[in-house]
């Protein structure tokens, strides 16, 4: 293992050869690289050898193919009943802002499991509510939307929690790119006859459309699903916000269909990743980044 002094610049020398770049690809992906770019790109972007083998493992190319992600197989045939008279109440919850393209979706995936709607607009510039209006009205489910000032996700999402009917009974957090799929619809039902106060659910991120892609992160847990609680539970933090006030969460169990095992779930379906465009991306970043400094 070549070591380098911490002071060397990649001004003054490649920290990486060609060969040690050619035994990186070829021992953690198993592949050569695929172009001379690909090693310019290594040799030139590195501080050392070590930096480098970090970045392989690191990889999302890496991660897939030696801790594999399950892959999502849509079911044949018909899809399981239910029912949602199961005597629990459940209330769908969602902050939004500009999401008309996708919006429609995730309210008709989700009325498959809501007894109520909470939508709570933050500032959309675009039809967003319109679209919101339009699809929860076809849901026949019962809703209220509203429009709240955004300051930060904590509050947003509190401002949600705040609008839920006293007599519901659990509480589902959803993103407007998110969404459940009908053949889990029955399992997700299940949990909520469960003696437990709060659920952490896998999470499918998905890069593809088609979702014929292996989804990573995988497992990505999210606590999202909690029983309506006296006192009440709060979201905390700016960004990448959290619940608090529930004493201890269980997990569902995760899928290994990628290694012949049952399906586990039910799942969130995130495809934020698969839709959103590189404008989207950067307008993120710049919010995450800017409410990460208030305070600071």
Same mark, same amino acid.
């Given at each position: 293992m070549r070591h380098f002094p911490l002071d060397t610049t990649l001004d003054v020398v490649n920290m990486?050869?060609?060969?040690? %770049?050619?035994?990186?690809?070829?021992?953690?992906?198993?592949?050569?690289?695929?172009?001379?770019?690909?090693?310019?790109?290594?040799?030139?972007?590195?501080?050392?050898?070590? %930096?480098?083998?970090?970045a392989f493992i690191m990889s999302r190319e890496f991660q897939n193919r030696w801790f594999p992600a399950p892959r999502y197989i849509a079911p044949v045939g018909e899809v399981p009943t239910y029912d949602k008279k199961d005597g629990c109440r459940l209330v769908v919850t969602s902050i939004v802002k500009n999401e008309a393209h996708q919006i429609g979706d995730m309210i008709q995936a989700a009325s498959l499991i809501a007894d109520y709607f909470v939508i709570v607009d933050t500032g959309s510039t675009d039809k967003t509510r319109s679209v919101a209006e339009e699809a929860l009205k076809r849901s026949g489910v019962d809703f209220v939307l509203a429009s709240v000032d955004f300051v930060d996700f904590a509050q947003a999402r509190n401002c949600a929690l705040d609008l839920v009917p006293c007599d519901a009974d659990w509480i589902f957090m959803l993103d407007a790119d998110e969404h459940i799929v009908p053949e889990d619809v029955p399992a997700f039902r299940?949990?909520?006859?469960?003696?437990?106060?709060?659920?952490?659910?896998?999470?499918?991120?998905?890069?593809?459309?088609?979702?014929?892609?292996?989804?990573?992160?995988?497992?990505?847990?999210?606590?999202?699903?909690?029983?309506?609680?006296?006192?009440?539970?709060?979201?905390?933090? %700016?960004?990448?916000e959290q619940p608090v006030g529930v004493a201890e969460w269980a997990a569902v169990p995760v899928s290994s269909a990628q290694h012949g095992g049952d399906s586990g779930g039910p799942h969130i379906h995130h495809m934020g990743q698969a839709v959103a465009t590189a404008e989207i991306l950067e307008k993120k970043r710049e919010l995450y980044n800017?409410?990460?400094?208030?305070g600071t």
């Open positions: 990486i050869t060609r060969d040690e %770049a050619f035994w990186l690809h070829r021992c953690f992906l198993g592949r050569d690289p695929s172009s001379e770019d690909d090693l310019l790109a290594l040799t030139q972007h590195h501080v050392d050898f070590d %930096a480098a083998r970090l299940a949990l909520l006859s469960k003696n437990v106060d709060g659920w952490r659910l896998p999470r499918f991120n998905f890069n593809d459309v088609d979702k014929l892609e292996l989804p990573s992160p995988y497992p990505d847990y999210q606590a999202r699903l909690f029983r309506k609680m006296d006192p009440p539970v709060r979201y905390v933090g %700016a960004v990448h800017k409410l990460s400094q208030v």
